[in-house]
């Protein structure tokens, strides 16, 4: 199965975290029970060995999630750097978020794109490209001045071409520092800040 490298992977799911308390609790139980209580060793030994084992699965499992969550968050940060380069690169561009992928087809896709910085969500046709899309996904297109005007109505479905396509990053992983500020705003503080 393969799944959306867009979407932030989640860590605590209600079933892990329930399991994770029964078995700590039981655990816990157990320690505290276990001079006082008059049983065979024999078993004894089995339900200790059980309920560590069901700990040590148990912690297996929280730290595979924290270990993903973590690859994922320093290749987002990587996506982001890699987009903000593209952005400076880059004559004209403008962000936008795909929001659903509606129709796959050999040559290109149907999609709803929102236009990050007008708040405005359209049908699109994006040709297809070298990797595939995913939702959640934001591109950096190039706009193409034909289809968006100043002064004219959105067009009924707006048309991208693979080749205006610049970079992608997954809108999850979206750094704050992006958000507060685009690197060109970062790079001109930087500089004031240097000459003052």
Same mark, same amino acid.
């Given at each position: 199965?393969?799944?959306?490298?867009?979407?932030?992977?989640?860590?605590?799911?209600?079933?892990?975290?329930? #399991?994770?308390?029964? /078995?700590? %609790?039981?655990?816990?139980? =157990?320690?505290?029970?276990? +001079? *006082?209580?008059?049983?065979?060793?024999?078993?004894?030994?089995?339900?200790?060995?059980?309920?560590?084992?069901?700990?040590?699965?148990?912690?297996?499992?929280?730290?595979?999630?924290?270990?993903?969550?973590?690859?994922?968050?320093?290749?987002?940060?990587?996506?982001?750097?890699?987009?903000?380069?593209?952005?400076?690169?880059?004559?004209?561009?403008?962000?936008?978020?795909?929001?659903?992928?509606?129709?796959?087809?050999? #040559?290109?896709?149907? /999609?709803? %794109?929102?236009?990050?910085? =007008?708040?405005?969500?359209? +049908? *699109?046709?994006?040709?297809?490209?070298?990797?595939?899309?995913?939702?959640?996904?934001?591109?950096?297109?190039?706009?193409?001045?034909?289809?968006?005007?100043?002064?004219?109505?959105?067009?009924?479905?707006?048309?991208?071409?693979?080749?205006?396509?610049?970079?992608?990053?997954?809108?999850?992983?979206?750094?704050?520092?992006?958000?507060?500020?685009?690197?060109?705003?970062?790079?001109?503080?930087?500089?004031?800040?240097?000459?003052?």
């Amino acid at each position: 199965m393969v799944l959306n490298p867009t979407a932030k992977p989640k860590v605590a799911t209600a079933g892990l975290v329930s #399991t994770s308390t029964v /078995v700590l %609790i039981a655990l816990v139980v =157990f320690l505290v029970s276990f +001079p *006082a209580a008059e049983l065979p060793a024999l078993f004894k030994v089995i339900v200790a060995g059980l309920l560590v084992a069901a700990a040590l699965l148990s912690g297996g499992l929280w730290w595979k999630r924290v270990n993903h969550l973590r690859t994922w968050l320093a290749e987002a940060r990587e996506q982001w750097r890699s987009f903000d380069n593209a952005r400076l690169a880059s004559g004209t561009t403008t962000e936008i978020t795909l929001l659903s992928v509606d129709a796959i087809q050999p #040559t290109g896709s149907w /999609v709803t %794109i929102e236009w990050n910085r =007008f708040n405005h969500v359209q +049908p *699109a046709w994006i040709e297809a490209q070298s990797e595939p899309i995913w939702p959640g996904s934001v591109l950096l297109i190039t706009p193409d001045p034909a289809q968006v005007r100043p002064s004219a109505p959105w067009p009924e479905a707006y048309f991208i071409r693979a080749a205006d396509c610049l970079a992608w990053a997954p809108s999850e992983g979206r750094p704050i520092a992006s958000l507060l500020t685009s690197p060109i705003q970062q790079g001109e503080g930087s500089i004031q800040h240097r000459q003052g």
